[in-house]
């Protein structure tokens, strides 16, 4: 394993000056991927590491990705909530890279929802 | 589960549901005694003996939106599928400690996967708690420390960010090429 040196950091310190990232607290959308031990076997990382992906390569800083454990319908792992500011939660079920990537070019950089990955629209909201 | 990793990042998912501020993962690998050990460490709430007891049962489990729990009887179980042996230890308030034991050569052994995504999933589910991974392989060691990465970061850039968490990640890398045969098999590929 390569170290992580601190000269690595402060290189990232310095490309990032002047870019106002607002991950705390204040954001327009909040992508949950659902992390439990049913989704984590269904393969929620890696539908993590395509929002991350997807994150970095859209260079949106208004965008929060965070987990969350079960929540209670295994058998649509892997499964997402998308919250977007003044709109109802989203819930996207049964999810892979390719269905992952299209939510995020539709629903969190257009607002547009993607009707026919969703579970249902309207329910809670953890904000 | 198809890799250590997956089983790794279940279980430090279980000790920040605890309320852990610190998670431990230790990976020591010694080829030479055919052996490879797991550890997670968590200073969250810990349980009492009556609840380890229970524990392993995968018809236990504390949430309440399933009925079940898998994840520590999983583990136990892929432990015993390549010839090693599952350890948990927990006091109230003292946390609680997963100690999983393989034999390197058995040939049900799962590989070990990949830990940067592990490492990455667990920061961005839980940017305020701490993560200490280390990996010593056959006597050489290195160590990751989310405190040492966080205390180089000024206001404007989090640990969140994707591209410090991509850097965790390329870090980890390397760990796959090391004597763990691995097929990338992760769902959904």
């Known amino acids: 394993m390569a170290k992580l040196r601190v000269e690595d950091l402060k290189k990232i310190k310095e490309s990032m000056k002047g870019t106002v990232t607002l991950r705390d607290g204040s954001y327009r959308v909040k992508i949950t991927v659902h992390m439990g031990t049913c989704g984590i076997a269904a393969g929620a990382r890696k539908i993590m590491n395509t929002f991350l992906e997807k994150l970095q390569q859209s260079g949106a800083t208004d965008v929060i990705l965070t987990s969350s454990g079960c929540a209670g319908l295994c058998n649509r792992e892997p499964m997402i909530t998308v919250e977007a500011r003044e709109s109802a939660p989203v819930k996207y079920i049964n999810l892979d890279s390719e269905k992952a990537k299209k939510i995020f070019d539709e629903h969190i950089m257009k607002g547009t929802p993607v009707p026919e990955y969703a579970l249902a629209m309207g329910s809670e909201t953890t904000y | ?189």
Request: some cysteine.
């Open chain 2, 1 to 189: 589960m198809e890799d250590l990793s997956l089983h790794i990042l279940d279980i430090a998912e279980n000790a920040t549901a605890a309320g852990a501020r610190l998670v431990e993962i230790t990976i020591d690998q010694d080829t030479a005694r055919d052996r490879l050990e797991v550890v997670i460490r968590d200073n969250g709430r810990g349980m009492d003996r009556e609840m380890l007891e229970k524990a392993g049962d995968p018809f236990f489990t504390t949430r309440t939106t399933r009925r079940v729990g898998l994840g520590l009887s999983l583990l136990q179980q892929a432990t015993r599928e390549a010839g090693g042996e599952f350890f948990i230890r927990s006091k109230p308030g003292q946390g609680t400690e997963v100690r999983a034991t393989f034999q390197v050569s058995h040939i049900d052994r799962k590989p070990l996967g990949d830990m940067g995504s592990t490492l990455v999933s667990l920061i961005l589910g839980n940017p305020d708690v701490d993560f200490v991974y280390t990996f010593n392989f056959d006597g050489e060691q290195t160590t990751l420390d989310t405190r040492m990465i966080k205390a180089e970061l000024d206001d404007t850039t989090t640990i969140s960010d994707p591209t410090i968490l991509n850097l965790i990640k390329n870090i980890c890398e390397g760990d796959r090429d090391k004597g763990f045969a691995t097929d990338g098999g992760e769902k959904n590929g």
